[in-house]
């Protein structure tokens, strides 16, 4: 069986997060376009939107692995999964209900 737990994170990582997410995805979203209309893949635009997507992608990744380290492994070393809602500030961790063991 699993049970879940609810954590508030800090409102300013959880902020940090989502704006790295944001960015993410919308670069993401630009370089399907461009690629769409027909921009070849050795265009210079093209070659920045991925990295700028890229640096985002790994922004949004380490800021994810500071709530993993500071809310999740010291107190659930066995969740199973976990979730954060931005606009609540909400992490909900799933974790396996030992009690019934």
């Not at 069986?1 to 800090?10: N, W």
């Amino acid at each position: 069986m699993k049970k879940t737990v609810v954590i508030d994170v800090d409102k300013d990582l959880c902020n940090t997060i989502e704006m790295y997410d944001y960015e993410y995805k919308c670069r993401k979203d630009i370089i399907a376009h461009l690629i769409d209309s027909g921009i070849g893949i050795d265009n210079p635009s093209l070659e920045a939107y991925m990295k700028k997507a890229e640096e985002s992608y790994k922004s949004f990744e380490l800021a994810k692995q500071v709530v993993q380290e500071k809310y999740i492994n010291p107190n659930y070393p066995d969740a199973i999964n976990w979730n954060l809602t931005y606009h609540t500030g909400k992490l909900v961790i799933t974790v396996p209900d030992h009690s019934e063991e």
